[in-house]
């Protein structure tokens, strides 16, 4: 799930999966240029060239265009570009997505305002719907739409393998808790029978450090 705050200005994802330490393959953020999930037959790689053309001041569909246009496919046989999903938010909010035919099923994306939903191996498409409605719902900060996007989900299915890991990344020029520091937030669960409820945890836990701050 990717979101942005108009309000704010905040940009970030979050994710879940039934693979350990998932953020640490999926979620790419930078503050001033945007933020990109890279899903089902992953290549890493297309988190950071997304960034990179992002900076330079591509479209985010210009972006998903020319990052897979210039996969070359060193795998077709078990790793073929054509399974990746990737999708790609700019530090406005304009956001694209691109969904292999090949991923595997169910897989599919769905766009909405200021936010994008995307996912493989889900219980059908009734889950990226579920949520895209809860991102656009849900009021508060984007910590707390983005955790409610990923708890609608799972009450629609979810990853029809389980559940083991979740995270999520917001990013602002200027808006750490720290001197210098763009990241607002930065979560993982690693290894976890409720990654999902864990994850909730710690987004109220950073709310209350970010409140103490404020002080």
């Known amino acids: 799930m990717l979101g942005y705050d ?22 790419w953020a930078e503050a001033g240029v945007g933020v990109v999930a890279t899903q089902a037959i992953v290549d890493v790689s297309y988190g950071p060239q997304a960034l990179a053309l992002l900076r330079q001041g591509l479209s985010p569909k210009d972006v998903v265009q020319r990052v897979w246009s210039s996969d070359p496919d060193p795998r077709p046989e078990d790793w073929t570009k054509h399974g990746r999903q990737f999708a790609v938010m700019n530090a406005s909010g304009d956001v694209a997505a691109y969904t292999g035919p090949r991923a595997s099923a169910w897989a599919g994306d769905r766009q909405g305002k200021y936010c994008s939903a995307q996912g493989n191996i889900l219980a059908g498409e009734g889950v990226v719907t579920a949520m895209v ?78 409140e103490r701050m404020r002080r």
């Open 133 to 210: 409605k809860a991102f656009e719902e849900t009021s508060g900060h984007l910590s707390l739409r983005l955790q409610a996007a990923l708890e609608a989900g799972q009450a629609a299915g979810g990853d029809t393998r389980g559940m083991q890991s979740a995270a999520m990344v917001i990013v602002k020029k200027g808006a750490g808790v720290w001197l210098n520091n763009d990241v607002v937030l930065r979560l993982q669960v690693d290894d976890s029978p409720e990654p999902i409820k864990e994850l909730r945890r710690l987004v109220e836990k950073a709310a209350e450090q970010r």
């Open 6 to 27: 108009p309000s704010t200005g905040e940009v970030g994802g979050a994710v879940q999966s039934r693979v350990f330490s998932v953020g640490n393959g999926v979620l």
